[in-house]
């Protein structure tokens, strides 16, 4: 569990780089060692998932109300040395993918979104690798903005497979985690190793569209208590904590 400590050293940290601070009430996750990393296939049966906790994607940042059958969702995190890895499982009564191209509107059609600081800096993000948000499409790519501003696929970041399971479906992802440092199109940019104790920023959403022109609900992990509620593809300072722990 997070100590005040901890927490301490987390705002002392936010504050020391001047970075704009993390909202109030930020979810604090825990992330197991996974003696094994998951197979990333869509079956959720590998042990390491049995050792993480479900936390629920559930604060409505966009659309109307909704039912349950309409959306629903829930993920856990594991850690490797080289990957960070999660699980989610949604349901949502149509699987919806207007925009073919996936730099296109991608926020538009249904979409796993991935906020990831790897640094718990906060801060803006939406013009540079500060944070990523990688907008997870049904065809398991992975776009966000890129430094010259322009959507990019930075699929060669993410493994991610999903099947459905009856009414539900499980999405598995494997995901290199980048520094600010990341430079777009360099052939030198280098994964971090990740280590026990580490604190990044974590933040999970789902955009659901049934067939409207656009997103009819944008669904997240994290409250948003002032300001426009659908930010975090621009600050992180709305992500939670994310510790990387033992796997007991
Ligand atoms: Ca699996
Ligand atoms: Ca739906
Ligand atoms: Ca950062
Ligand atoms: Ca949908």
Partial sequence: MFSRATLLVLSMAAG?????PHLDGRSLYEAP?????????????????????????????LGPEYADTDFSGRFKVVWTEDRLHIVVEIVDDILFDSHRDPLV?????????IFLDEDYSGGNHQHNHNAFAYHMS???????????????DYSHHVESRWRQHGEMIVWELAIDIYDSNYVDGSPDNVPVKL??????????????????????????????????????????????????????
Avoid: H
């Fill in 105 to 113: 509107q991608y926020w538009d059609d249904d979409c796993l979104e």
């Fill in 33 to 61: 060692f996974a003696a094994a990393a998951p197979v990333t296939d869509g079956i959720a049966d590998d042990p390491a998932w049995g050792k993480a906790q479900w936390r629920d994607i559930n604060y409505r940042w």
């Fill in 16 to 20: 020391a780089v001047g970075a704009a």
């Fill in 138 to 152: 049904l065809d398991n790519r992975a776009i966000d903005i890129g430094t010259n501003g322009e959507a990019q």
């Fill in 195 to 248: 280590q026990l104790g580490k604190v990044m920023g974590l933040m999970i959403a789902y955009c659901d569209n049934d067939g409207s022109e656009l997103r009819e609900n944008f669904v997240g992990s994290e409250s948003v208590p002032s300001g426009p509620k659908d930010r975090g593809w621009i600050d992180a300072g709305l992500f939670g904590a994310l510790e990387l722990v033992e796997s007991d």
